[in-house]
């Protein structure tokens, strides 16, 4: 059905989107707004993010910066979405991922349709008795540190659709911000924890972890997970 809607979003598209969200986490971003308030206006709040995203006036707002200790010390930034944004994103998620996911490598197991930590584990572990040496590889402040430009490079190559290229160009964008109160510009990075974040940083490494091991490294196997990998080789070969 037309909708005389410039962008192909239906309501359809939308209302699943939600349901996926609702499953998750239930944290508010910078609006103030939970799961359960946005469920207690849902059509009229539904609604209006269908009209706004299908007419193209959809502009996300400020990420929400939580700062999560870790183990080792120091602590790991997470972006917290509004509701409303991060049903936006799972609309650009489930036509995006689709497109996407039969291009990555059979031993990327991060963020990944019916892959999990787990087998990357059991994979690296039946590896570890063919072969004498690996190396474990972890990108720092990888989701941080993501360059814009190319990433953007990337969705282009993989996805002709505009209305995609081009909220996944706004969310890149968006502001953060941060745990005092300030808002901070975005130039690299994409935050961890947003909605789409996982699929446009697996396209990321896609490139420069995958297809530059494969290609300049083809004997050798290797597993990632996410920004952290383990390629391997035996006594005496060549890295």
Known sequence: MNSGKPLPITKRMVWEAYKLVKKKGKAAGVDGQSLEDFA???ENHLYRLWNRLASGSYFPPPVRRVEIPKA???VRPL???????????????RCLE???????????YGYRPGKSAHQ????ARKRCWQHDWVVDLDIKSFFDTIDHELLMRAVYRHTKA?????????????????PDGSVQARTTGTPQGGVVSPILANLFLHYVFDVWMKGSYP??????YADDGAPRRREGGVM
């Open 219 to 224: 004997h050798i196997p290797f597993e990632r």
């Open 98 to 108: 689709p497109e996407l996911d039969g291009e990555f490598d059979p031993d990327s």
């Open 162 to 178: 505009d209305w995609i290229r081009l909220y996944i160009e706004r969310w890149l964008k968006a502001p953060v911000e941060m």
């Open 40 to 42: 207690g206006d849902l």
């Open 72 to 74: 080792g010390g120091g």
């Open 79 to 93: 972006g917290i979405p509004t509701v409303a944004d991060r049903i936006a994103q799972m609309v650009v998620k």
């Open 120 to 123: 990357a584990i059991e994979q």
